[in-house]
């Protein structure tokens, strides 16, 4: 299940914020409802905490969390029912001066269904369940290739991470006649295949038990590509999740980039692609029909006021509550949200011209 750009933003920022949270002492309450789990009980066991919470020494720590716990009860009785993907509660003491109370609520229905029951008093909130909620649920393993390099890699949501470089060894191309150059071949041919089949073995010690690995593209030359993929032994499971393989020119990282680049039809779900997709199609219509884009908030505001915002564009780098509010003012005309990061040259691009929001529009403003 997929997190929509918008509630994946909104649930990073939420994160950031807690995770930078410290309690003095155990006074940050963290209660997590799964999915399909009844809320009542769950008010039972904090009413019983709450009475437990009585036995705590530091008057200031006891006060904080019992207070705590009574924000929690009366702010889940507010629920008939538990949401659909369950419900995630915080709640604590976040003042820094000793002595001083500064007692603050988050409530979050989180965007995939939660499978932990949780209660916990500590002096931090328990967030590695919706942190999970992040993970990059597919990853593309990356190999470019010719006789001399090869780069393996991997493509986790919209970053290129080089994991390893390989040297062949192989010569190049020597002069040489008759039986010198025979053997010359021989010799080169023999260190290619054992070549390939080191990079066979590097793929199967990074990519054989990778969980969520989607799919492998692979790229160079012709035919050195090819050529691994016949003599390199590469193992079955892995040879199968072969999805793409494209003729590209380099084989270092930047080969890496134009290995993604020309499988974008074959990975057309990935994150990466979706967003260099929408840049493309922006910046095509600011430069062929500038009527139909916006960009710089006055420009996007006017066009969200006349209803005209089809997709709008808001880079990582906006700010969070203006990004908020341009958010709902999109989701009112029922426009698509597409968040931006800067990881790669067109989103800094995109950044650098609209300083964080652009928009297509449905209809031209004039």
């Not at 990853?139 to 493509?155: C, K, P, S």
């Not at 650098?352 to 031209?364: C, D, E, H, M």
Request: glycine share 8%; aromatic share 6%; hydrophobic share 40%.
């Amino acid at each position: 299940m997929e997190i929509d750009q918008k509630k994946k933003q909104e649930l990073e920022d939420l994160i950031i914020l807690l995770d930078k949270i410290r309690g003095r002492h155990t006074e940050l309450v963290t209660v997590m409802i799964p999915s399909g789990y009844q809320i009542s009980p769950v008010v039972r066991q904090l009413e019983a905490e709450a009475g437990t919470a009585d036995n705590i020494k530091s008057k200031a720590t006891r006060t904080a969390v019992t207070t705590a716990i009574d924000r929690i009860i009366r702010e889940l009785k507010n629920y008939k029912q538990t949401p659909p993907n369950g419900l995630a509660v915080f709640c604590g003491n976040i003042s820094e001066k000793e002595g001083v109370q500064d007692i603050q609520l988050w409530v979050y229905e989180p965007p995939k269904p939660l499978n932990v029951r949780l209660y916990r008093c500590d002096q931090i909130f328990v967030l590695d369940p919706l942190k999970e909620m992040l993970e990059i649920e597919e990853v593309y393993g990356l190999l470019a290739i010719d006789r001399q390099l090869a780069t393996i890699g991997v493509l986790e949501g919209k970053k290129i991470n080089v994991l390893r470089k390989m040297t062949s060894g192989v010569p190049g191309k020597i002069r040489a006649g008759g039986q010198s150059s025979q053997r010359f071949a021989r010799i080169t041919e023999g260190l290619a295949k054992e070549f390939f089949r080191r990079v066979a073995d590097a793929m199967k010690e990074i990519f054989f038990d990778m969980p969520k690995l989607k799919g492998i593209l692979v790229g160079g030359p012709i035919p050195t590509k090819e050529d691994f993929l016949d003599e390199g032994n590469l193992v079955t499971k892995l040879k199968e999740k072969v999805i793409a393989v494209k003729d590209i020119g380099y084989v270092d990282e930047h080969g890496l980039e134009l290995l993604v680049e020309s499988s974008e039809e074959d990975i057309a779900s990935q994150e990466l692609i979706k967003e260099k997709a929408i840049l493309t199609k922006f910046f095509n219509t600011l430069g062929k029909t500038r009527e139909k884009a916006a960009y710089g908030e006055e420009q996007v505001r006017l066009a969200m006021q006349r209803g005209a915002v089809d997709k709008l564009l808001i880079s990582k780098e906006f700010p969070k509550e203006k990004m908020k509010e341009f958010g709902s003012l999109a989701e009112n005309i029922g426009s698509e949200i597409y968040i931006i990061s800067t990881e790669e040259q067109d989103g800094i691009q995109f950044f650098n011209l609209t300083k964080g929001i652009g928009a297509i529009l449905r209809f031209a403003l004039e």
